[in-house]
Structures are given as C-alpha cells and as structure tokens.
C-alpha cells in the first residue's frame, strides 16, 4: 500500500511558477509510475503528467507541454511538478497518483493510489 502526500499548491498571478511536490511512502517507490492530474469543480480528474519507475520517460497533456516539467528522484520517494507560465486557467485541486502498470496511462481509473490534493489558483 503506497500514501502520497502532495504539497506547494497556493494563489500566484499568471506568468508566475510553482513546484509542486508528491511524497510517498510505505512501499518501494522504483516500482511505481507517477501521475499527475488536476480537477475542478464538476469536472473529471484531467490528466496533466506521467513519469516512468526509474524517471527515463515522460508524458504531458497538450495543455501543459512545454509549461509542466515532471520529474522524480526515487532515493527521496519524490516526484515533482515545475509548472512555469501558469494560466488561470490552470487554477485546479492537484492530485498526484501511483500505478505498477508496465505501460504509460493518461486514464484516472488506471491509478491506484492517490494523494488528497493540492489546490492551485493562477489569478489573472
């Protein structure tokens, strides 16, 4: 059973960055793919960002390539997400979630574990 606790949400303008961050704990954290989605009110969980077990592929949303940076480094059970020239459209509660499928996976049924959210406001 994995917990992930995320963090570094919080109000910014637009143009400005955030990092925000996933930690995990109570398994082995190589063993698991990582990704990032967001929702808003009365929406579906969006997919935004996926990282591989060992950090060697990633995978965006059309929305955020080029803006969203995922990351991870294993040693520290961490996996990360640089979001530069935000957009109020961005603004969203950001979960981070865990899956051991041996394939990249846009879809939130395909995860098994999530965080409780972090919220993100961009204002304009």
């Known amino acids: ?18 990092r ?3 930690v995990a704990s109570g398994g082995t954290f190589s063993n698991y793919a ?4 967001r929702q808003t009110p009365g929406k579906e969980r969006e ?13 965006y949303a059309e929305s955020v390539l080029g803006r969203f940076t995922i990351s991870r480094d294993n040693a520290k ?13 961005d603004t969203a509660v ?15 049924k395909e995860y098994d574990y999530w965080g409780q959210g972090t919220q993100v406001t961009v204002s304009s």
């Open 94 to 108: 950001y979960y981070c979630a865990a899956n051991d499928r041996p394939w990249t996976t846009t879809m939130a």
């Open 47 to 59: 997919f935004v960002a996926h990282i591989w077990r060992s950090g060697s592929s990633t995978y």
């Open 1 to 18: 059973q994995v917990q992930l606790v995320e963090s570094g949400g919080g109000l910014v303008q637009a143009g400005d960055s955030l």
């Open 20 to 22: 925000l961050s996933c």
């Open 77 to 89: 059970n961490t996996v990360w997400l640089l979001m530069n020239s935000l957009k109020p459209e």
């Open 34 to 37: 990582v990704g990032w989605f």
